[in-house]
């Protein structure tokens, strides 16, 4: 099993940054982790990956170009720099964990990950 936990989310204006992290605990290994995100009356939906096996990034189109995700493979914890933030980044965001070497429909699908932390508020006001 894997326990995942997010911080760092909050406030920002518009055009600020925010920095996510998530912590990985657990004896289970992991081939590649996410970040997702939920507003109110939406899908929860994919923001970015990460593929631990061979460090390839994937990103959603409107996050593509500000944010960066990264991970720190010692400290088993994942990053997301969240750039010039806009009020449509304004969602629970989630941090995703996948225990296979495959990704199950695609990385960017919520089936592909077994893991999920509890969710951390990201509010972005004009």
């Known amino acids: 099993q894997v326990q995942l936990d997010e911080s760092g989310g909050g406030l920002a204006q518009v055009g600020e940054s925010l920095r996510l992290s998530c912590t990985a605990r657990g004896r289970t290994s992991l081939y590649g982790m996410a970040w997702f995100r939920q507003a109110p009356g939406t899908d929860r939906e994919f923001v970015a990956g990460i593929d631990w096996e061979d460090d390839n990034r994937w990103y959603s189109e409107s996050v593509r170009g500000r944010w960066i995700i990264s991970r720190d493979n010692r400290k088993k914890e994942l990053y997301l720099q969240m750039n010039d933030l806009k009020p449509e980044d304004t969602a629970v965001y989630f941090c995703?964990?996948?225990?296979?070497?495959?990704?199950?429909?695609?990385?960017?699908?919520?089936?592909?990950?077994?893991?999920w932390g509890q969710g951390i508020q990201v509010t972005v006001f004009s």
């Open positions: 995703a964990g996948n225990k296979d070497l495959g990704y199950l429909g695609g990385y960017d699908q919520k089936q592909a990950y077994h893991y």
